[in-house]
């Protein structure tokens, strides 16, 4: 059975930094490494799901316009490990921050697997 869950999450104040880590079990890393796209989620409160960033298996890579410049997503395929190393935070970045692992990036959306999400704080 596939789990993944989130850590790192957290309150921090404005302009501060946090490294989300998205630790995956019950997938062989090599899939991780070629196979799946990994991604990060977060969700504002009473609004759905919106993605973050995502790393293809080609390396390629997608960031939100609201997080361009400031996050940066990155794997360890062979600890099994998804990042999501954030800057510059700002209240705004203020939500639950979910990883997710699927075959297809352009359907990540659709996820296969989710982990449980972590809670991020940013005060002003």
């Known amino acids: 059975q596939v789990h993944l869950v989130e850590s790192g999450g957290g309150s921090v104040q404005a302009g501060g930094s946090l490294r989300l880590t998205c630790t995956v079990s019950g997938l062989r890393s090599d899939y991780i490494h070629s196979a799946y796209c990994m991604g990060w989620f977060r969700q504002f409160p009473g609004q759905e799901r919106e993605e973050v960033a995502h790393l293809d298996t080609d390396k390629s890579t997608f960031y939100d316009d609201s997080v361009k410049g400031r996050f940066s997503i990155s794997k360890d395929s062979a600890s099994k490990t998804l990042f999501l190393q954030m800057n510059s935070l700002n209240p705004d970045d203020t939500a639950k921050y979910y990883c997710?692992?699927?075959?297809?990036?352009?359907?990540?959306?659709?996820?296969?697997?989710w982990g449980q999400g972590i809670q991020v704080t940013v005060s002003s």
């Open positions: 997710a692992a699927h075959l297809v990036c352009g359907r990540l959306q659709e996820a296969s697997f």
